[in-house]
């Protein structure tokens, strides 16, 4: 808990003397240390470094998609996007199980720009109504330029969760893109 604060306080020093700590202690590996002391090493701009914890961490756990999306994000905070993307192309080797692998799965297409694959990997949890995927499913019809397929997906989103800040601000980005400028600041 020490090390993920000081990483949101970005205290990057503290949390990679934080992380060390505790891999150094007897008998300790843990893949969420190793990722936050990999990250912060990639924010102190020492790539080689940050490579090596990503790369322990993910031999602790082999099959965590948000572990390969965290790296992704990373790498991509840091403009290095194409590093990321060798993390990406690797979990979509994991067989995905339920609803949330799925919404990984679609995750990872999106971020590739691969957006057909992308909505063909949220069918399942899109019927679901499993609201990441909704969420998703409408900025991948918003990358696409298709206002109105995200529009119909947010308003079916409202209509079940009608406090959902993220399918207000689906409407808005669509209502902005029509010049419907009133209505988009009623979204906001």
Do not use: H, W
């Amino acid at each position: 808990y020490k090390a993920s604060a000081q990483y949101r306080m970005q205290d990057y020093d503290g949390t990679i003397n934080s992380c060390t700590l505790l891999l150094d202690d007897e008998g300790i590996s843990s893949a969420d240390a190793l990722y936050l002391r990999g990250a912060s090493y990639l924010k102190e701009g020492y790539q080689d470094q940050a490579e090596e914890n990503f790369s322990q961490a993910v031999e602790l756990t082999p099959e965590d998609y948000t572990l390969y999306l965290n790296i992704y994000e990373s790498y991509e905070s840091e403009n290095l996007s194409a590093v990321g993307d060798e993390y990406l192309q690797t979990a979509l080797n994991i067989v995905p199980e339920d609803a949330e692998d799925y919404y990984c799965i679609g995750q990872i297409y999106y971020y590739l720009q691969q957006y057909e694959k992308a909505q063909n990997a949220l069918i399942a949890p899109v019927e679901e109504r499993y609201l990441p995927a909704l969420y998703l499913m409408g900025r991948i019809y918003i990358a696409q330029e298709d206002y109105s397929g995200a529009e119909a997906l947010y308003q079916s989103v409202m209509e079940e969760n009608p406090e959902s800040p993220e399918a207000c601000n689906g409407l808005a980005l669509c209502a902005l893109e029509a010049g419907e400028y009133d209505r988009a600041l009623e979204y906001i």
